[in-house]
């Protein structure tokens, strides 16, 4: 017995590792691509989707106003990061609650627009659930309105991409606001975590998300040609292989439809990041034992200085062989894109 045990939790863990992605096509909701789009998944940060579709609800019916100030409680101030940094005791509006969400994916933000709606995050976390099933979300439970780690928290690529086109169906006026490319609060700009607003053409929405056991996750819109889709993607290892597969994924279903979306990689320029050191010249002995395309940039955080050590001006496939080969060495690496 305790044999079977073992394999049931080994074969469930594996079915929620699987990589997914989905491509649907927002005029009759037709399935254009798909990859294990209905195995369970974490879908992280995804999840805050599914309270902005109730949010959204709320704000349809009057019963809140974009103005409507909501109480920071303890538990929400102690949230860890992505976070706004509200402090316990304060108050925030709607419309910068559901922009932190959004744009920040902020975990203090989520848990303030829960308890305001429900009184406990628990009890929102079954709302959400109930609204789900509502909308035909047939894969999906929720346990916290945040995405961060929770066995029971799973979703699938196909529930998602339907919940981002209830979003934009339901909800026309809001859905606006997942185009939103930044905002200030509190005299801070806070700027998007969706890098695919500067690398694809069309791209309005919705949103990203991560945690480790789940990996980077994506829900994408992009309309071109009069034509919209939907794509997800799930469990990629980085933020730049989601974004490149979803790129290849809507290029795909964009094809399809007859869209011709002339899009290519070889004119985007990449940057590998070696280490970030408090010591320059640790920073100028890493670079050493490269010839070409280095760069220091010295960076403030948290009151600290670091020295980035950097690649730069590379092609995608020479920051990607460039890292591979260090990580082969047993160091780390980061690749970014830009110059």
């Known amino acids: 017995m305790k044999l079977i045990t073992l394999i049931f939790l080994f074969l469930s863990t594996t079915v929620l590792a699987q990589k997914a992605y989905i491509v649907i096509n927002e005029t009759n909701g037709s399935v254009l691509l798909e990859n294990n789009s209905t195995l369970k998944h974490y879908p992280a940060s995804l999840t805050k989707m599914m309270m902005l ?140 975590h969706n890098h695919l607003f500067k690398r694809y053409k069309g791209v309005d929405g919705l949103k990203t998300g991560y945690i480790k056991k789940a990996g980077y996750n994506s829900v994408v819109s992009s309309k071109q040609n009069g034509k919209r889709l939907f794509g997800v993607v799930l469990g990629a290892e980085s933020i730049i292989k989601r974004d490149n597969k979803m790129i290849e994924i809507l290029n795909k279903g964009f094809a399809q439809l007859g869209v011709n979306v002339n899009y290519s990689r070889e004119n985007e320029k990449y940057t590998v990041q070696l280490g970030a050191f408090s010591n320059k010249n640790n920073a100028e002995k890493i670079l050493g034992n490269y010839n070409q395309n280095k760069k220091i940039i010295k960076k403030n955080v948290k009151n600290k200085t670091l020295y980035l050590a950097l690649l730069t001006n590379l092609s995608y496939d020479t920051a990607y062989r460039k890292c591979n080969f260090i990580k082969s060495k047993g160091s780390e690496c980061l690749i970014k894109l830009g110059k």
Not at 82 to 104: A, E, F, Q
């Open 53 to 192: 579709y109730i949010a959204f609800d709320a704000l349809k019916k009057n019963i809140l106003n974009e103005n409507t100030l909501l109480k920071v409680s303890k538990k929400a101030s102690e949230q860890v990061p992505s976070k706004l940094g509200l402090k316990n005791g304060t108050t925030i509006t709607l419309k910068n609650t559901l922009l932190g969400i959004i744009i920040k994916s902020a975990n203090d933000a989520s848990v303030v627009l829960s308890e305001h709606l429900s009184g406990k995050e628990k009890t929102f976390a079954s709302i959400m659930t109930a609204t789900a099933k509502q909308i035909g979300l047939s894969k999906t439970n929720f346990e916290n309105s945040s995405g961060l780690g929770d066995e029971d928290q799973v979703s699938s690529a196909k529930d998602m991409a339907l919940l981002g086109l209830a979003l934009y169906r339901h909800f026309p006026k809001y859905y606006k606001w997942f185009s939103i490319k930044s905002f200030v609060f509190e005299g801070k700009k806070i700027s998007s």
